[in-house]
């Protein structure tokens, strides 16, 4: 039985209500919903069954049962390695750069900008570490490895002044790097060509758009770059 409050919140959350979507299935012309469903869901991927997803619960009550559920949970120590590692963040930073209230509450009566403040907040950190450092330039960024290597690729794609398609990147990345920039690169239209740089850069003909290159690499090796990267940037890039 719904309370009227719960009966005002999924009025105002959720969908049209049955008059809405009779009006719309008639412009539709469709008797019901499951009419509609037939229609355009795949009749091998519908599910036939009830949904076993019990009462609806209160706030209190779901974080509730999602606490016990994750008293379940054992950490053991992790030795994946590619690019998943523990870490450890200060306290200071933690709250006051990470989960700082103030870039994600509001500054308009109808908007929390997150986007504003997670540019100000990367900003903050960039210069906390140029004054740590002394280095000139400091990178943050909220990308994670293999989103950022496939948007250095589409930049380079962008900038390229050559016919050129084709990408390198070693093996030495990690796999969900290289997954991520040949998924990125189909849709521009880019070749990938994924293998190691001690054989492949110097047997390579072709222009390349770019060449992505892991130091450490995945497997934890240490290698001097700088030859390969002086043999990619003579593939006239």
């Known amino acids: 039985m719904l309370h009227n409050s719960q009966k005002d919140f999924i009025g105002r959350h959720i969908g049209p209500s049955d008059n809405d979507q009779q009006k719309m299935l008639k412009d539709l012309n469709f008797k019901s919903l499951d009419d509609l469903i037939n229609s355009t869901v795949p009749e091998k991927i519908q599910f036939k069954g009830e949904l076993n997803i019990g009462d609806s619960n209160s706030e209190y009550e779901a974080l509730r049962k999602l606490k016990a559920i994750s008293k379940k949970n054992q950490i053991y120590s992790n030795f994946i390695g590619m690019g998943y ?3 450890y963040t200060p306290y200071v930073i933690l709250r006051n750069i990470l989960e700082n209230p103030g870039w994600y509450t509001s ?3 109808y908007q929390p900008e997150v986007a504003q403040g997670r540019l100000e907040m990367l900003l903050n950190f960039q210069q906390m570490v140029v004054d740590l450092t002394g280095m000139d330039i400091a990178n943050a960024s909220l990308l994670d490895e293999g989103t950022a290597a496939a948007e250095a690729m ?3 794609h962008r900038l390229n002044k050559s016919d050129s398609n ?5 093996e030495n990345c990690h796999p969900q790097t290289i997954d991520v920039v040949q998924t990125r690169a189909e849709p521009m239209g880019l070749k990938v060509l994924v293998g190691n740089e001690d054989k492949v850069l110097d ?9 992505i290159l892991q130091y450490p690499g995945t497997l934890g090796d240490i290698k001097d770059p700088s030859e390969h990267i002086s043999k990619i940037h003579k593939k006239k890039w």
């Open 85 to 87: 590692y523990g870490t």
């Open 107 to 109: 500054y308009t009566p």
């Open 166 to 170: 084709l990408v390198f990147i070693s």
């Open 203 to 211: 047997q390579l003909k072709e222009d390349v758009v770019c060449g």
């Open 154 to 156: 589409g930049l380079s």
